[in-house]
């Protein structure tokens, strides 16, 4: 282990200078990056020695010498992720794949180490990396009750820019700012990108606009939302005294007036019914008996005799 340490900060040792990076490299997550790298003379690749590194000498991309590639002490991150031209060293061609590229690659600085016969380059091809994944095309939520807009994205890398545009009636745009974006939230998933959440206040918008921006591919991603109008005051007033639902009322009175009507049909029929019954008995009754018979005879006798008796006194009167 102390030997690999020693061998990667030979360099450094020697008293070569650091430097930052003069130029930068970008790349898409998960795709090939070519590292590009040329020397204006040609070389024996048999008698040097290439080393493809970071600038603090503490990371080992690649490693070439006395004609072949030794990958013994290339760096653990990097492993199975790198190819050179070997066809190509003698021309000057001392270009270098990352493939794929990897989110824990960005801003990393790299340079090339020459060593030819004693003279040593230390200062070949210095970089920076960049690496960019475009963020998904954003989804935007509206919530009516509280009259906010939720905008979402994810997949992305690096950190974003993420910006609310809104449009009146009229057809002017505003930038929404605080305190009419509510809510920021930015969280970096497990495999290194990026996710975001923000939450806008759109009272008195006919549209919102979310943008999310990718300061390393340069490129913006949006979606745009039309917005339900906001609630009217006086309307609302009107409608906390008058039914806001007009149909479930008069369904409701139309039942009640159904269920009036059949309890009155059913009273009449029930009436009706009951008469009826009570004329059937009355013309179905037992016939009069005997008894009553002679009864209603004697009766009439009696009757009869009453009025003889009566006769001489209207005759004496």
Not at 79 to 107: A, C, H, V, Y
Request: charged share 20%.
């Amino acid at each position: 282990m102390m030997a690999k340490k020693r061998f990667y900060f030979f360099f450094a040792l020697c008293g070569f200078p650091l430097v930052a990076a003069s130029s930068e490299t970008n790349g898409t997550r998960g795709e090939p990056l070519l590292w590009q790298c040329t020397l204006s003379e040609q070389f024996d690749p048999e008698k040097v020695g290439i080393y493809w590194q970071n600038q603090n000498n503490n990371e080992m991309l690649h490693y070439y010498r006395n004609g072949k590639e030794d990958l013994e002490h290339q760096s653990v991150s990097f492993k199975n992720r790198t190819k050179i031209f070997p066809d190509q060293l003698r021309s000057g061609n001392l270009s270098l794949i990352i493939d794929p590229l990897m989110p824990e690659d960005n801003l990393k600085s790299l340079k090339v180490v020459f060593n030819h016969a004693g003279d040593i380059k230390d200062k070949l091809c210095q970089t920076m990396v960049h690496v960019a994944a475009n963020f998904k095309e954003p989804n935007i939520e509206i919530n009516q009750k509280k009259m906010t807009a939720t905008c979402t994205t994810q997949g992305g890398f690096p950190e974003p820019e993420l910006a609310w545009i809104s449009t009146d009636h009229e057809g002017h745009e505003r930038a929404l700012e605080p305190p009419d974006v509510l809510t920021l939230q930015i969280h970096k998933e497990e495999d290194g990108t990026y996710s975001i959440i923000s939450t806008a206040n759109f009272t008195g918008s006919k549209t919102v606009t979310c943008t999310v921006y990718n300061p390393t591919s340069n490129k913006t991603v949006g979606a745009t939302a039309d917005l339900p109008a906001a609630p009217n005051p006086e309307s609302k007033q009107e409608t906390d005294e008058v039914p806001s639902e007009g149909l479930p009322v008069a369904a409701t009175a139309v039942i009640g007036v159904f269920i009036v009507l059949v309890v009155l049909v059913v009273l009449a029929a029930f009436g009706y019914k009951k008469y009826h019954q009570q004329r059937q008995q009355r013309s179905n009754g037992p016939e009069p008996s005997a008894a009553y018979l002679s009864n209603g005879a004697l009766l009439a006798e009696n009757g009869g005799a009453d009025s003889r008796r009566e006769s001489p006194r209207e005759a004496q009167l």
